[in-house]
Every structure is written in structure tokens, then in C-alpha cells.
């Protein structure tokens, strides 16, 4: 008998999965919590719980790094560990990938042989490019749309891709996410203010304050460690130093988005202009980006409803659409590619 067929969108902090048979998506951390830095003590979500939380003697990992595949063996056990928690592994199940397009073909291969030559025992994988399926996601029909232009502000990345007719005209992979937020937050708390606080509570702060508002004396209590006395304390931080400390990056977002649209052809750009800018990624939930895009390009910004599920979605139609499945899909195994075999 046949088995089942899945969609995965391998993300930085999140995994997500379309199971076709069942025809549902679940979503799963992608961590590993790792004791001695040799026994696996957790994955999953039950392993992101114990992130900043957990005692010298347990690590937690994060097997993906800048859109790509960092640590294999680790993302190859959490994958099968996911997948086995939700049936008993045989073969003849099928699996569509989604991978980012700026990233060499042998990191692209990293994808396909993840799921290929593990436990799982596929009966067949083919690999979409992510800006496609974040599109097909969003309800818009790649093949018949001349210009589309997608800004996936994700975890770990920002990828901006320019979509026309099914084929992919521009792309690029920025090493911009919301852990680099985060981290400029902390930094610039740490210099300012004297003060250590960890990623968890930075992210905190972004997702309060957000990006645009004209609110300019609001504050959060926060807790953290102070570095002049040493031990725990609590200290309040400004909207305006997140603000400041998110600046720089988004400024350096928006020079990409603006230097993308000056390249793209004159008949691809102007279906972009009348139909704007799709906003995607788990990023794309910060309160104010979309009106601080909006305002910085001249372009007009949708924000997709649970835009961090977009490319989980759009997996979804190509499984169900065999015209995208053969449009936009292909195998790493295709003659194109038999120099990395």
C-alpha cells in the first residue's frame, strides 16, 4: 500500500508540516536539547521550553542556521523523531520540500538527501522554492500573475524573492531574521544601560513595541542580570531604545527591497507596483512593519493572515494541484543535477 505524502517547510526556529492525508499542518520547534552535549534530553517543543531556562548541563540546539541546514545528523534525528511521534515509518511516502532559492545547489541537496536517505525511506522527494509556495500560500496564482513580489521576514533570514508566470526572476537570501533583532536589542540594553538581558526577553520587547508607532514614552519592566553589581535585578527599557536598536537592520531591508525593484524588468515592475508587496514570515507578525515598509518603499504592503504559515499552505495546494506539483516541483535526482549525485 501506498503511503502518506508530506509538505515541509524546514524553518529556523519552527517546522512545519502538511500531512496530505490526514490534510492538516502541525507546527513543532526545531530544537534539540542536548545533555552533556551527548544524550538527547528533549526535542521539539518540549525542548524550546527549556531555552534560557535550563542548566549548564543541558544545551539547546538549533539545527538550522541562515535558512540552510547547520548541524544534519542532529535535523535528520529531530525530523524522523517528529514524523515518528505522528505514525510508524514504511515506505512509499512522498515529500515536497520547500528550500530557499539564494543558496547553492549543495545546500539544496542537504534538503533533499535530509528526508531521502534517512529512516523515512521516501519513495520520492522534490524540492519548490520557497518564495513560490509563500506566494501559492498567500492565495495568489503564481503561474497567471506577471509580477509578484514576496518579502519573507522570517527567524533567521530575510528572503525577497520577484515572481513572474511561475518562473523565479530575482531572489535573495538576507542573513537578517528576527534573532538579529533580538540581538541588537540586547546589545544595545547591554551598552546603554548596563544590563544583560537574554534573546527570549528581547524578543519580547520587539513584539511589544513593534516598529512604527508614534508613541514615544512607553516602557517595560524587564528582568535580567545588572553587569555592575552582578547579580539579578529588574530594569525598565524604552520603546525608543528598541526602536533605535532595530533601525539599522530594517533600514538595511528596505535598501534590498528598493535595490530588487530597481533591477527587476519594466514589465515585471509593474505588476508589482498595482499589486504591492506580500508580506510573509513569522517576522511579518510584528505590529508595524507592514505600514514602516509601506512608507519607506512607496509600495503598497499586504500582510497575509498567519503569514508565518504561508509556505506550509502553499505546499498544501501543490499537493493537491497536480498542475503545480509538475509546473513548480523537481527532484534532485533530474539529470540537471546528476553532477551531485
Request: glycine share 10%; aromatic share 8%.
Amino acid at each position: 500500500m501506498l503511503g502518506n505524502v508530506y509538505g515541509l517547510d524546514l524553518g529556523t526556529y519552527e517546522i512545519k508540516i502538511f500531512d496530505k492525508k490526514k490534510d492538516r499542518i502541525w507546527r513543532e520547534k526545531d530544537s534539540i536539547a542536548m545533555k552533556k552535549k551527548r544524550y538527547v534530553y528533549a526535542v521539539g517543543n518540549e525542548a524550546y521550553e527549556m531555552f534560557e531556562k535550563a542548566p549548564d548541563d543541558i544545551q539547546v540546539i538549533f539545527p538550522m542556521k541562515n535558512g540552510v541546514i547547520a548541524h544534519f545528523d542532529d535535523m535528520q534525528y529531530l525530523l524522523g523523531t517528529l514524523l515518528g511521534s505522528e505514525r510508524r515509518f514504511g515506505r512509499g511516502d512522498e515529500y515536497v520540500i520547500a528550500v530557499p532559492t539564494d543558496v547553492t545547489e549543495v545546500e539544496k541537496k542537504a534538503f533533499y538527501d535530509l528526508v531521502y536517505h534517512s529512516q523515512a525511506r521516501a519513495r520520492s522527494v522534490r524540492i519548490v522554492e520557497r518564495g513560490l509556495v509563500d506566494a501559492l500560500g498567500s492565495g495568489i496564482d503564481v503561474i497567471a500573475e506577471k509580477g509578484i513580489f514576496v518579502a519573507n521576514f522570517g527567524g533567521g533570514t530575510t528572503e525577497l524573492s520577484v515572481l513572474s508566470e511561475g518562473g523565479m526572476v530575482l531572489n535573495r537570501l538576507m542573513k537578517i531574521g528576527g534573532e538579529d533583532f533580538d540581538a541588537a536589542i540586547a546589545s544595545l540594553v547591554r551598552r546603554n544601560q548596563d544590563f544583560l538581558i537574554g534573546r527570549l526577553t528581547a524578543e519580547r520587547l520587539r513584539r511589544e513595541f513593534g516598529v512604527f508607532d508614534q508613541s514615544t514614552d512607553s516602557a517595560i519592566t524587564v528582568s535580567g542580570r545588572d553587569l555592575i553589581s552582578g547579580v539579578p535585578s529588574q530594569t525598565t527599557v524604552s520603546i525608543s531604545l528598541v526602536r533605535a536598536a532595530m533601525k539599522e537592520l530594517l533600514e538595511e531591508c528596505v535598501r534590498a527591497i528598493k535595490a530588487m525593484i530597481d533591477r527587476t524588468p519594466p514589465n515585471v515592475r509593474h505588476g508589482i507596483r498595482e499589486k504591492g508587496i506580500c508580506l510573509t514570515g513569522g517576522m511579518a507578525n510584528l505590529r508595524g512593519l507592514s505600514t514602516y515598509l509601506r512608507e519607506s518603499t512607496g509600495l503598497p504592503v499586504m500582510t497575509m493572515d498567519e503569514p508565518e504559515l504561508c509556505a506550509v499552505r502553499g505546499l498544501r495546494r501543490i499537493l493537491s494541484d497536480r498542475t503545480y506539483y509538475n509546473r513548480l516541483t523537481y527532484s534532485m535526482m533530474d539529470e540537471d543535477y546528476r553532477w551531485l549525485r
